[in-house]
């Protein structure tokens, strides 16, 4: 059984999905200040890092397009590395700076149940999925209207920017889109629903 990590914040634990702007959250939870680094977010953040438990705190957990998720961990973690020893890099071996269509055959080549990387593990990985329906799960796409809606705003204050898929809607033409997403169908289904529901 995979062990759901979660953060406990004031009134609230959080399940934290990478790209799913989890470095934006941690910071506003754990109240860090605005110049710490994404690694040092992260690793204050590690040491907060709990077994989530479903009799404890409200949970919110913010899920994100499939398809833009991959595209932003190609942008953030291969095409411009925000560092060059980045995990898809140095351990899973993807070609920095290559193009979207060539991390795309490298995915496929490698195939999902071979990357342990965890910006390409399907979002459901990091979820309690027997418990879903106790979850608030809030859509990046409409993340900050959702943050002001849940009132997590009130207690937390505001996101420090927008977070919004950005320049991803010109990469949808890529050959490879579909055979991508059949990987994360779980994830589209789950999505859809945060959709749904906004």
Not at 184 to 194: H, K, T
Request: glycine share 4%.
């Amino acid at each position: 059984m995979q062990i759901i990590n979660a953060h406990q914040f004031v009134l609230h634990q959080f399940i934290d999905i990478p790209k799913n702007a989890c470095t934006s959250i941690l910071r506003l939870g754990h109240k860090m200040p605005h110049w710490y680094s994404v690694e040092k977010v992260h690793e204050v953040a590690r040491a907060e890092r709990k077994a989530w438990d479903h009799n404890g705190l409200h949970t919110f957990a913010v899920v994100r397009d499939p398809w833009a998720r991959f595209v932003s961990t190609w942008h953030n973690k291969v095409y411009k590395p925000h560092r060059p020893d980045t995990g898809l890099i140095k351990v899973e071996g993807a070609n920095p700076g290559c193009s979207l269509d060539s991390f795309c055959e490298w995915f496929l080549w490698r195939g999902l149940d071979t990357i342990k990387d965890m910006h390409l593990r399907p979002q459901v990985e990091f979820l309690p999925i027997a418990y879903l329906h106790t979850i608030d799960l809030l859509p990046h796409e409409d993340l900050n209207s959702c943050w002001e809606h849940f009132q997590y705003e009130e207690i937390y204050g505001a996101l420090p920017h927008d977070n919004s898929s950005g320049a991803v809607n010109h990469l949808t033409e890529c050959p490879y889109r579909q055979k991508i997403e059949s990987f994360y169908s779980q994830d589209n289904e789950i999505w859809l629903e945060a959709m749904n529901h906004v």
